[in-house]
């Protein structure tokens, strides 16, 4: 696949000049602008936040959310990542997949990322919904329980995963997980048909993918995999699951999948471009166990905003991180970078003088920020801080660093400031 982006043309000229042909050939060609194709305008970074429903109650009160996207607005954000696809369920009416079961208990109608994205929009932000599960399904999930054939298996015949805690040899099914098969055909339909509803149904700006739309590396070894790769190559898979040859091979299936849902989204929207994001980790750990070649994926225009996760301890190992070769290399593509950074999760969250000095890094180096979670900034994990001396501390870094957000009153920036044990 040949490399764009406008390769070949900046080469030869200056940024000033690139950026003007640039929106010369778009207009030439009656195409809009990149602001109103659904990505930030060149003179915006994306602010953003991930959004979720766990462990949080905004998806299910109205008022909440409206509050939410209200005070996100205020507080210089400019992108929201709602969660739309987790734990096997989702939160609409789908023909793919259950409603989840707490949407369902308290208000199965409240359609909680459309509502979110009507008001987002109201605020001039974007909106692109997160699969956070990507092709990963829990182990008692129907859809694997009525199609084993689509499950990704070890060579052992195993396909169990025990993430966020859980206990291969304690935990209940339902909290361990599975992968579903991204070079079957029916697992392509049914996963681009879950994203192409929800594009649909609430006209928001793209979807995300993230670490779980992934192929892990020790799987591969279940009967419908071996038999496309012996047909396809005349031989039977390695047993070394880290053969560079059988890597690619099955790096090349899930790179397929992601070529037929840009195809697929292409249409939707002659007026704009549906953005596809992505949420790796760093590219030498996303490719050699994920099989995630994001920086292929990203040259050749299959994702359009890219959010690499760095979530270290230390702010020399953030500073570290920043500097990995395909991150350094990645703000030349002429697309959104951003750097995902940790606000606040269950018993860890992180104060405003670490976040402060995070987000001066990322954006020295040209970067957008985007904060893992909502709840983490001034809500429930707010931590010690307390939520109105953070939520006072991002409007004013989201305005000192990236010019977002409405400014605070001298009055009103003081009492939150002087007031860090303030209330969430």
């Not at 060609?29 to 060149?42: H, I, N, Q």
């Not at 459309?114 to 974007?126: F, I, K, P, S």
Request: glycine share 8%; with cysteine.
């Amino acid at each position: 696949m040949p490399l764009k982006r406008f390769a070949r043309l900046k080469r030869h000229l200056p940024v000033a000049l690139t950026v003007l042909a640039t929106a010369l050939l778009g207009l030439a060609a009656g195409a809009p602008l990149a602001g109103a194709r659904g990505l930030p305008r060149p003179s915006e970074r994306r602010v953003g936040v991930w959004l979720t429903n766990s462990p949080s109650p905004l998806y299910y009160d109205p008022n909440r959310i409206e509050t939410a996207v209200r005070q996100l607005a205020e507080a210089g954000f400019n992108t929201l990542y709602p969660n739309v696809w987790s734990r096997g369920a989702t939160f609409h009416r789908s023909r793919w997949a259950p409603l989840e079961p707490a949407l369902e208990r308290v208000n199965p109608s409240l359609d909680p990322i459309c509502r979110l994205t009507r008001a987002a929009h109201r605020r001039g932000m974007q909106v692109i919904p997160w699969f956070e599960y990507g092709l990963m399904e829990p182990a008692d999930a129907e859809v694997v329980r009525r199609h084993p054939e689509w499950v990704l298996r070890r060579a052992d015949g195993s396909a169990l995963y025990a993430m966020h805690g859980a206990n291969l040899k304690t935990s209940p099914l339902k909290d361990l997980r599975v992968w579903l098969n991204p070079a079957h055909p029916e697992v392509r339909a049914r996963f681009i048909g879950l994203i192409d509803e929800i594009v649909q149904r609430c006209r928001v700006d793209g979807i995300q993918l993230d670490d779980h739309f992934a192929w892990p590396v020790e799987l591969g070894y279940d009967p419908y995999t071996r038999a496309l790769y012996k047909a396809d190559t005349g031989r039977e898979p390695p047993a070394d699951f880290n053969d560079r040859f059988w890597m690619k091979w099955r790096r090349q299936q899930l790179t397929g999948l992601l070529r037929e849902l840009r195809s697929t989204l292409k249409p939707l929207d002659r007026s704009r471009r549906t953005v596809i994001s992505l949420s790796p980790g760093p590219f030498r750990f996303a490719y050699n166990h994920w099989l995630q070649d994001w920086e292929l994926w990203s040259l050749g225009e299959l994702v359009d905003d890219l959010i690499v996760q760095n979530y270290a301890y230390s702010v020399k190992g953030f500073a570290n991180d920043l500097n990995q070769p395909p991150l350094v290399k990645a703000r030349r593509w002429g697309m959104p970078v951003e750097i995902g950074i940790l606000a606040g999760f269950g018993g860890r969250t992180t104060d405003m003088a670490f976040i402060e000095q995070k987000v001066r890094l990322a954006a020295a180096r040209g970067h957008g920020v985007i904060f893992f979670y909502w709840e983490g900034l001034w809500g429930v994990h707010a931590g010690p801080e307390g939520g109105a001396f953070r939520q006072a501390a991002f409007r004013r870094l989201n305005r000192s660093v990236f010019g977002t957000g409405t400014a605070l009153s001298r009055s009103g920036l003081l009492t939150a400031i002087e007031s860090p044990k303030g209330g969430n």
